[in-house]
């Protein structure tokens, strides 16, 4: 029965919400080809990326928060200058780690 009800809203807030059809991913200007070229590789997803440079990663963060990006990949001290900004609404949704050091201290972040 609570399934019922939480796939409604669901529904209901799908219909209610407009959903963003492209997403915009900030990068310093200078790995603004290699996004570029990642978002050309073929991949089973629908969504739609774009790439937004930026002079480094504190104004991708400045970008995240003005909603003229909506992610970008950061590392822990990213993380910690993010914490410091006022007013931020900053959220981690995926964490990534080496392969060599699968256990280790080499992590990234998306906010």
């Known amino acids: 029965m609570t399934l019922k ?3 409604l809203l ?4 799908c219909v209610n919400v407009n959903c963003k059809s492209t997403y915009k991913i900030c990068v310093p200007v200078q790995y603004l080809k290699d ?6 590789v073929p991949t089973k997803s ?3 990326l774009e ?5 480094d990663r504190v104004e991708c963060l400045s ?3 003005q909603r003229q990006a909506d992610f970008v990949p950061v590392d822990p001290e990213d993380m ?3 914490s410091k900004i006022p007013n931020q609404d900053f959220v ?3 964490e990534y780690r080496t392969d060599d050091e699968p256990d280790g201290k080499n992590i990234s972040y998306c906010l």
Do not use: D, G, H, N
């Open 63 to 65: 970008f995240v928060q």
């Open 5 to 7: 009800y939480l796939l």
């Open 46 to 48: 629908k969504a739609v």
């Open 51 to 55: 790439c937004i440079p930026a002079r």
């Open 10 to 13: 669901i529904a209901l807030t």
């Open 80 to 82: 910690y200058m993010a």
């Open 35 to 40: 996004c570029e070229a990642m978002l050309e």
């Open 92 to 94: 981690v949704f995926q």
